[in-house]
Structure formats: C-alpha cells, structure tokens
C-alpha cells in the first residue's frame, strides 16, 4: 500500500485543518518545498497537496507554493483545492502535476469530469470528502445529498482513475480512519481508493493495508507525521509503497481549452 504525505496550503504555508475547520489551522512549516523534500528524503513516492484556500475562494490561489514543490522534488505530485474548470486543470498539468484532483465539480458539473477524464486518462482522481455519508463541497463548508456510495459509481463509469475518500470528521483528529465506510465504498466500486482522515498511528496504517485486496491501495497521511505520531520512514517500511501505473509525462497541454 502506498503511503502519501499531505501538504495542506493556506497563504502559501504548510498547514493542517481541524475536521476541516479553517478557523483551526495550525501551521507545520512556512516553507512547503522544504517540507517536500523531507517526505522525499523518508522514502514518499508521492505527494498530496491540497490548496484549502483554492477549496474555498473556488479557484487556484497557492500556484507558485505548487510550481515550487514540483520543483524540488522528482516524484508525483496529485494536487486539488479549487479546480472548477478546464483552465484550473490545465493550469497545473502544464507546471509539472501528475494527477488533479475534483471534488465540487463532480457534484456540480459531472460531465465535466468526464471530459477531463478523456482528455487526460489516468490523470483525473476525484475527492469525496464526507460528512455522515454524505458528500461535502466547496472547502466543506457546503454539504450535498448524494452520497459518497452514490457519487463514487458514477465518477467510476465516468472514467475517473482513482477516487480518494475523507472523513472530514476524522480528518486532522488523530482518531483513526473510518474503516466501515472504507470497506463499504471498496464493495460498490473497482477502481483504486485512497484513503484519507484519521490515521494516527502505524496499527491504523496496519489495519488499511489489509483493505488493499478490497481495492484501498493507498493511505494519506497528515497530522500525524507532522506532530510525529507516525515516522514516514518506518510506515513505508511497515505497510510497503506500491504505487499504481504512472502515466508517462507529457510537457505540454497547450491544445487542451
């Protein structure tokens, strides 16, 4: 199972929310390059960065801290937080991010993720953040009726390559991922999961990766190798970093508009 270090941006600095709440955001580092390199360094053969302040204003607002991580390191970078349109998306392609990741528009604008799917195979991952089982948009501070089950079937039959799952009430409480939800979600669809929100220690790391048969292939992992609850070197060690096909890079999306 791979294990995916978080990089939270807010004004440009290292962050992590409480269940989501913006108004209890500690920050980590101001410096995330630096941040990068030390997950680089422990062993991550992938980096998950999200701009909260991109979730909540509804488009990119921390670019140049993403163009300088991609910069500094030389694995893949999956970024999301504000990508609501075409541009957004290619936008971050073209500065060297592997994946992006959508969550407000799969509610909103579903067939958009299907063309974006099209358009860049493999490279669009959609985010389901959950509150109660149902899904969450606009920096969480908006929540849908459909369910994460619901929404998840769909992305899959609209191409999406992987689908990455939060339980916004365990995300940055170190109270351990929400297992049942995760094996359910793993039941309705065929498409890898990421599991996101909770892990607090390499027993919680332990339990998801004897999810990955079901299909829970990777595991992101925040707060608690910030305040060192979980070392990112022996979690690899522990659990493995298998990483799922890399497509090849591809320079230029200019024709994308």
């Known amino acids: 199972m791979e294990v995916i270090p978080a990089i939270d941006l807010l004004d440009g600095k290292c962050v992590r929310l409480y269940q989501g709440d913006y108004a209890r955001?500690?920050?980590?580092?101001e410096n995330p390059p630096e941040v990068a390199k030390n997950w680089l360094e422990q062993g991550a053969t992938r980096l998950h960065v999200v701009d909260l302040d991109g979730a909540k204003q509804g488009k990119t607002s921390n670019l140049a801290a993403i163009e300088a991580i991609v910069k500094a390191v030389s694995i893949p970078i999956q970024v999301g937080g504000g990508l609501r349109d075409r541009t957004a998306v290619r936008e971050l392609l073209n500065i060297g991010v592997q994946r992006a990741i959508l969550g407000t528009v799969a509610v909103e604008q579903p067939d958009l993720v299907?063309?974006?799917?099209?358009?860049?195979?493999?490279?669009?991952?959609?985010?389901?953040?959950?509150?109660?089982?149902?899904?969450?948009t606009r920096g969480w501070l908006e929540t849908s009726e459909i369910t994460a089950t619901e929404l998840a079937q769909d992305m899959e039959k609209r191409g999406a390559a992987a689908i990455i799952y939060t339980?916004?009430?365990?995300?940055?409480?170190?109270?351990?991922?929400?297992?049942?939800?995760?094996?359910?979600?793993?039941?309705?669809?065929?498409i890898?999961?990421?599991?996101?929100?909770?892990?607090?220690?390499?027993t919680d790391l332990l339990s998801l990766s004897a999810l990955e048969p079901l299909g829970v292939t990777g595991a992101i992992v925040g707060r608690a190798i910030y305040t060192g609850d979980v070392s990112l070197?022996?979690?690899?060690?522990?659990?493995?970093?298998?990483?799922?096909?890399?497509?090849?890079?591809?320079?230029?999306?200019?024709?994308f508009a």
């Open 114 to 136: 299907s063309e974006l799917a099209d358009t860049f195979p493999e490279q669009i991952v959609v985010g389901i953040d959950a509150r109660n089982g149902k899904v969450a």
């Open 233 to 255: 070197s022996e979690a690899i060690k522990a659990v493995g970093n298998g990483r799922w096909q890399d497509v090849p890079p591809q320079s230029d999306f200019s024709t």
């Open 167 to 190: 339980d916004i009430h365990r995300d940055g409480t170190l109270s351990g991922p929400n297992m049942e939800a995760l094996r359910e979600l793993a039941s309705t669809i065929s």
């Open 25 to 29: 955001s500690e920050i980590f580092n």
């Open 192 to 202: 890898p999961i990421i599991a996101s929100g909770g892990v607090s220690s390499l």
